[in-house]
């Protein structure tokens, strides 16, 4: 399974941004899959998951009522739709999958900046 995230790029204080996650490969094996965040000097932290036919999802405390995951399985493509981002938002966002199998894997990142 590969994984490629789009979308991120530079976003004032209360903009918005959507990221796409594509995924490619053995994408039938692909169960719940989320996205994550790290800011310089953090650890990685899980922002949003969401199962695998996308009937439940779950977030970080710090973007519930903002962000947004989904995903179209058609299409092979998670989103995280994210609004009113704040500056502590800026972090390089990863998107991950688990196979049945138990493997996970990782895309290689998107910058999200959030300027003041």
């Known amino acids: 399974v590969q994984l490629v995230e789009s979308g991120g790029g530079l976003v004032q204080a209360g903009g918005s941004l959507r990221l796409s996650c594509a995924a490619s490969?053995?994408?039938?094996?692909?169960?719940?899959m989320g996205w994550y965040r790290q800011a310089p000097g953090k650890q990685r932290e899980l922002v949003a998951a969401?199962?695998?036919?996308?009937?439940?999802?779950n977030y970080a405390d710090s973007v519930k009522g903002r962000f947004t995951v989904s995903r179209d399985n058609a299409k092979n493509t998670m989103y995280l739709q994210m609004s009113s981002l704040k500056p502590e938002d800026t972090a390089v966002y990863y998107c991950?999958?688990?196979?049945?199998?138990?493997?996970?894997?990782w895309g290689q990142g998107t910058q999200v900046t959030v300027s003041s």
């Open positions: 969401i199962t695998s036919g996308g009937g439940s999802t």
């Open positions: 991950n999958a688990q196979v049945v199998a138990g493997w996970i894997y």
């Open positions: 490969g053995s994408t039938f094996s692909i169960n719940a």
